[in-house]
């Protein structure tokens, strides 16, 4: 009779222990996930600077400056854009991979970037508009 009541004893002092660990898992577990959450949510604030990607290249940049459809014949093209006063006007397109074009700033607006051609290491003097992906117009200043 004295060992039944001793493999009992055994019995709730090792459910008890069990569900003592259930316990603090289970409150560390809640504790590590509300942390988790509270570092999210300050992340979340902060993503814009975080995500920002910059490229040198004009690969996936935006198209913003479109041909004109049909310019009048006898009359000399409205520059297409003007930088530092200067005023730049379209030569002819050509068609390049998007990565070999550098970024070399933006017309006087800031709303039209430019770009130079870079061959062999060096960039070229000439500028050029995105007026799709692959194709640019270059610009003279005439």
């Given amino acids: 009779?004295?060992?039944?009541?001793?493999?009992?004893?055994n019995r709730e002092e090792t459910n008890l222990f069990g569900g003592r660990a259930a316990?603090?898992?289970?409150?560390?577990?809640?504790?590590?996930?509300?942390a988790l959450s509270l570092l999210s949510a300050v992340d979340?604030?902060?993503?814009?600077?975080l995500e920002k990607l910059e490229s040198p290249s004009?690969?996936?940049d935006a198209v913003v400056y479109h041909l004109p459809e049909n310019p009048a014949e006898g009359e000399p093209a409205p520059?297409?854009?003007?930088?530092?006063?200067?005023?730049?006007?379209?030569?002819?397109?050509?068609?390049h991979s998007d990565g070999v074009m550098?970024?070399?700033?933006?017309d006087d607006s800031g709303k039209i970037?430019?770009?130079?051609?870079?061959?062999?290491d060096v960039l070229k003097e000439e500028l050029y508009i995105k007026i799709a992906p692959g194709r640019f117009l270059e610009l003279r200043n005439n």
């Fill in 1 to 9: 009779m004295g060992e039944i009541c001793q493999n009992a004893m």
């Fill in 23 to 34: 316990a603090v898992l289970g409150g560390v577990l809640l504790v590590g996930f509300a």
């Fill in 44 to 49: 979340r604030h902060d993503r814009g600077n």
């Fill in 58 to 60: 004009a690969a996936g």
């Fill in 79 to 95: 520059p297409a854009v003007t930088r530092d006063g200067v005023a730049f006007y379209p030569h002819r397109v050509s068609k």
């Fill in 102 to 106: 550098m970024k070399a700033g933006t």
């Fill in 113 to 120: 970037p430019l770009y130079r051609r870079l061959r062999r």
